[in-house]
């Protein structure tokens, strides 16, 4: 019996920290999982962008942790959580609809940082990430979308109504 406790104790332990760590789910989309711990990146590098391009109109950044921004911090949650979504919704998307849907997305991520010696520099100015994060946020969502689009525009059909219909069909669950 008291392996039993032990066990249970192990167990309570490592969802203990899994939670501390930020491994547990915001959102589901079918049986991908989005954690707390890739929403919270993706809601830096977001912050992290405003301030930079709020430093380039000559605005000073902003203090997100301050009541008078709560707002705003409340649309950049919002809008990472979708961002994060919409990129899970695209991947499934593509997959249904194309076989080689991750090479075509990995080439036009290629095509796009090729000889591109600043580009981790310019991830870490502009969003706070390292090269490998603002790959998978900021540049595979992106190439998401615009091989989806290419290939649903050249059906002759209309990329946000057919995404909007593909996304009703989808198991969207926040907690």
Same mark, same amino acid.
């Given at each position: 019996? $008291?392996?039993?406790?032990?066990?249970?104790?192990?167990? &309570?332990? =490592? =969802?203990?920290?899994?939670?501390?760590? !930020?491994?547990?789910?915001?959102?589901?989309?079918?049986?991908?999982?989005? #954690? /707390?711990?890739?929403? $919270? $990146? =993706?809601?830096?590098?977001? @912050? %992290?962008?405003y301030n930079?391009?709020?430093?380039?109109?000559?605005?000073?950044?902003?203090?997100?942790? /301050?009541?008078?921004? &709560?707002?705003?911090?409340? !649309?950049?949650?919002?809008?990472?959580? #979708?961002? *994060?979504?919409? +990129? @899970?919704?695209?991947?499934?998307?593509?997959?249904? @609809?194309?076989?080689?849907?991750?090479?075509?997305? @990995?080439?036009?991520?290629?095509? =796009?940082?090729?000889?591109? $010696?600043? *580009?981790? /520099?310019?991830?870490?100015? +502009?969003?706070?990430?390292?090269?490998?994060?603002?790959?998978?946020?900021?540049?595979?969502?992106? &190439?998401r979308l615009?091989? *989806?689009?290419?290939?649903?525009?050249?059906?002759?059909?209309?990329?946000?109504?057919?995404?909007?219909?593909?996304?009703?069909? %989808?198991?969207?669950?926040?907690?």
């Amino acid at each position: 019996m $008291k392996n039993v406790y032990f066990i249970l104790f192990g167990f &309570a332990m =490592a =969802a203990g920290i899994f939670a501390a760590a !930020g491994f547990y789910p915001m959102a589901t989309i079918g049986f991908s999982v989005i #954690t /707390r711990r890739e929403w $919270k $990146k =993706a809601e830096h590098a977001a @912050e %992290k962008f405003y301030n930079t391009q709020n430093l380039k109109l000559g605005i000073g950044p902003v203090d997100f942790s /301050r009541s008078e921004n &709560a707002t705003l911090k409340r !649309g950049i949650e919002r809008e990472s959580l #979708t961002a *994060l979504i919409e +990129s @899970e919704l695209m991947q499934q998307a593509g997959e249904q @609809e194309f076989s080689d849907f991750d090479s075509r997305v @990995e080439e036009r991520v290629d095509s =796009a940082t090729r000889g591109k $010696k600043t *580009l981790e /520099r310019a991830a870490t100015l +502009s969003y706070g990430l390292n090269a490998k994060d603002f790959q998978r946020l900021i540049l595979v969502p992106q &190439a998401r979308l615009e091989v *989806l689009t290419d290939h649903i525009t050249k059906k002759g059909v209309d990329f946000m109504d057919w995404f909007e219909n593909f996304r009703q069909s %989808k198991k969207i669950r926040l907690f």
